[in-house]
Structures are given as C-alpha cells and as structure tokens.
C-alpha cells in the first residue's frame, strides 16, 4: 500500500475496522474533536463511508479538510484534517 508520508507528529492512525459498527460514528467522532487545529487523523476502513463523510460535513463544516488517500474496494484511507 503507498501512502503519502504526512508529518507523523501530527497524523493519528484511526482503523475503524477494529471497532464495533455500532460504535464506530461515536468514535471518529470523539477521536476528531480531540485534534487540535492542523492535526489529521487517517482514517482506514473496509467500505467508503459515504453517510459518515454528510454527517461530518454537516458537523464540522469548513472546519474539516476531507482527502482521500486511497479508495479501491476494500480498502479505503482518508485523511482528516482540522483546520481551524
């Protein structure tokens, strides 16, 4: 798997396929309003959470930079990052 290199003091690992799906939302949640401002959590899962990035979106606003890493089937990586 290639994956861009970002400053690791600032990048935390989040593999939500080691968390239960009932859940999951609560936890990206938690782990994302515990960043501070240019912090990014990398995110993995096994299917693109497409209704989780509307309720982010609707959340976080502009605040959130959204960039995904890698989206095959099966594998999907999204950098999260909070901006301001």
Same mark, same amino acid.
């Given at each position: 798997?290639?994956?861009?290199?970002?400053?690791?003091?600032?990048?935390?690992?989040?593999?939500?396929?080691?968390?239960?799906?009932?859940?999951?939302? #609560?936890?990206?949640? !938690?782990?994302?309003?515990?960043?501070?401002?240019? &912090?990014?959590?990398?995110? $993995?899962? *096994?299917?693109?959470?497409?209704?989780?990035?509307?309720?982010?979106?609707? #959340?976080?606003?502009? !605040?959130?930079?959204?960039?995904?890493?890698?989206? &095959?089937?099966?594998?999907? $990586?999204? *950098?999260?990052q909070v901006l301001g």
């Amino acid at each position: 798997m290639n994956i861009p290199i970002l400053d690791t003091s600032t990048v935390h690992p989040f593999d939500a396929r080691g968390v239960a799906k009932r859940f999951r939302h #609560a936890a990206i949640f !938690g782990a994302l309003q515990s960043l501070n401002a240019g &912090e990014t959590m990398r995110f $993995v899962n *096994d299917h693109d959470p497409l209704p989780l990035l509307a309720q982010l979106q609707q #959340a976080f606003g502009e !605040g959130l930079g959204i960039n995904y890493v890698r989206r &095959e089937p099966g594998e999907i $990586v999204i *950098d999260f990052q909070v901006l301001g």
